[in-house]
Structures are given as C-alpha cells and as structure tokens.
C-alpha cells in the first residue's frame, strides 16, 4: 500500500511540473481532491486492512492529501505571479517624471461640491458615513416607514436585482445602520448622532434637464433630547451660506415623506434665471433643494431609539442640483455626460 501512495505522489509531481495555466491547475486539483479524485480512491482499499493497517494507512492518506493540497496552493501563487507579469510586459511604457500642467486632471464638480459640504458639516461636529449602493429592501423602504405594497413606493421608481436586493434610491437607506452604530454613544453617554452620509443613487427616471437616472445626495440626521425644526433650519442656512457665499432665498412648503412627520421640502430660489423662471427650475423660479423633516418615531424605533425620548430632524441634500446651481449648469445630463469640455473647466485649489 505505501508503493501505491508513493507511486501517485509521483504522477502527480509529474502532472503539476507540466501544468503551465490556472485551468489546467484546476483539472490537477479535481483528479487528485475532488470526490472522486485519486487521492480518495485510495481509502477504498482499506476495507481489506486490519484495524492497525487501516490507522497507518489512513494517516498516510491524510499527509498526502495535505501535501496534494499545498503544492497545489503553491503552483496556484506561482502561476497568478506570471500571469501579472506577462500583463505587465503587455502594457505600454510611459514616462509617470513627465507632468505637464495643462495636461492635468480636475476633480468633477460634484466632488468639489460634496468635499465642500463635508467640511462644512464636519466643522458643525457631524461625522461623514460611506455607505452602499446595493441595499436591501429593508433598509431602502421597510426600515424607513416605508413596508411592502405601500403607495408611497411609487413615488420612486427603483431598479431591483435578481437577488431582491437594489441599487438605493435614496441616501436615506444608510438611516437605520447609522442609528444602530450610534445609539449606544447616545443612549450611554448622552452623546448626539450628528451623521452625513453622501452617495450615490438610481432611479428609473424620464430623463430630461432636471431629472436623471443617476444622481447624487447627501443624507444628514440629527437625534438627541429635545431636537427640533428650528435646530433643522439653523443647519441648512449655515450650509447653503457656506457653500454660496451669499444670503441665498429659501422656502419652507410642506412635503410627505414616509419616513419624517412632518415633511417639508426646502426650496431655493433658482441662481440660474434669478428666479424668473427656465427649464432647470421648470419654469417656477424656484428649484426642490431639500426634503427635510423630523424623524417619524417608526423610523427611530427601528434603528433602536426610543422616540419617547429622543427626537431629530433628517434631510436629503440634491448634491447633483446643488452643483447646477452654484456653477450655472442649466442641464443636469451634462455631469454624467463625460464630456471633457464641460467638465475640464472645474479646478481645485487642493
């Protein structure tokens, strides 16, 4: 029996030092380890052994399924190790001494913006969140007040996976995690959930001058004893007067939004007509900024607070509208458009 294990260890030395790809390597490894591999096969000539034979036997088994397995391992490393190298030697050489200044890159003007934002708000003591662009149901809609077969679904037009999960829709999907994180510090050490969390969202949209398919938000919370609309306001004049440099004109009109009560949205004068009214503004003279509103007790509930106690107000910053109207951007297809002209004009002085 010990001349057949020594006979297999051989061929398969023999198979590997001649296996030059990964596909390749992957046949070795399901000849040998698989279930009917041959490494396997060898445990089905121990019913003939005696009880000792077949500890002996069953441990050199084992040594040489181990020993399959690293060399395997081994040649595995030492294959993807070749594999970067020949796609190295296949890419062109550049010279990365050579900058010159016109050649330069700028930063797209919603990273601008959106740094801008952070910095604001970080000075204000919140902290900034990351978060996914692929949710789930729950904490898209159903951790937002929001359950299954609500009306309130179809305000918003999603674009579902085949797994049943999505691509968020809205920035409000981070709520119930940032309130799980934080509730401890708040509810322990009186500490306030102070968040923003920008990012990326997707809707199944009509396309046209204002709406796109793909945007950008910015989701801020606020939750302590006591919180309230005014603490809301304060919040969002200092920001738009950080970010425009100026006293800009804001209204305040009621708004639903399931997961706040009550819901107001927060408009701004259009900066590009002046208020006259254009298609960015659809004509209005004004441009939604910002649903905003206090944080429906559901919503608290769900992410663990009690609302008895705690209140807090959220707001969903449009960063993509935002960018129209500090830069004069009269179409918003324009900041996914990839097209150099428009964009190469923004700089940082970073």
Sequence with gaps: MDEKIIKLKQKFEDELSKTENLSGLEEVRVAYLGKKGSVTDLLKGMKALSHEEKKAFGQQVNELKGEVA????????????KELEAEIALMPEFDLSVLLKDDRGSYHPITLVQRECERIFKSMGFTVEDYSEIVTDYECFESLNIPKHHPARDMQDTYYLENGQLLKTQTSAAQNAIYKKYRDALVNDGVPIKAIFPGRCFRNEATDACHENTFFQMEGVMVD??????????????????????????????GFFPFVEPGFELDISCLICGGEGCPSCKHSGWLELCPCGMIHPEVLKAGGIDPDEYTGFAFGLGLTR???????????????SGGLKSLSQFTDDE
Aim: proline share 2%.
């Design 322 to 336: 935002l960018v129209m109207m500090k830069y004069g951007i009269k179409d918003i297809r324009d900041l996914n």
């Design 70 to 81: 690293q060399r395997i391992a081994d040649k595995t490393a030492e294959l993807k190790e």
């Design 225 to 254: 004893k006591n919180i309230s609309i005014s603490n809301l306001i304060y919040f969002m004049k200092m920001m738009l007067s950080e970010v425009f440099q100026t006293d800009i004109k804001v209204r305040l009109r009621p």
